[in-house]
């Protein structure tokens, strides 16, 4: 088996994010159109969802690359400096991810239970009013 080389890895994952950040900004871009047509609550909601996946994975292909790199054997001399730049920018996407994946689930969760007060009092009567 060869050794594994860390600046090869480094590259891959960054590659893969890379890939995964732009199906979510196509993603994005479709959440985006919806607002410019008449769209139901659902369904905006659930494409707000498909973004919060691709973050999702995003964090988790970011954390498995940093830890795959602290794992490994220390990249040789002339490549220390790129695998350090590398290793920092998933460090970056992991927090940018891991962030923005706890704000967009935040906001689905606060307007589907918005959503759930207002068929509430939809459906149900209004209170008599008693006079003074």
Known sequence: MAPRNPL?????ARSALWDLDHRRRQVADAVSSL?????S??????ADLEIAHAHMVGRDLAERAVVAALD???????DTEEARRL?????????WHRGELERTV???????EEAARRARRA????????PP
Request: hydrophobic content about 30%; proline content about 15%; glycine content about 4%.
């Open 8 to 12: 090869t890895e480094l590259w891959a």
């Open 35 to 39: 607002l410019d047509r008449p769209h």
């Open 41 to 46: 609550q659902h369904e905006y909601l659930f």
């Open 72 to 78: 490994a054997p220390r990249p040789p001399k002339r």
């Open 87 to 95: 290793l920092g920018d998933l460090l970056s996407s992991y927090g």
């Open 106 to 112: 935040a906001f689905v969760r606060d307007r589907h």
């Open 123 to 130: 459906a149900s009567p209004p209170a008599p009013c008693s």
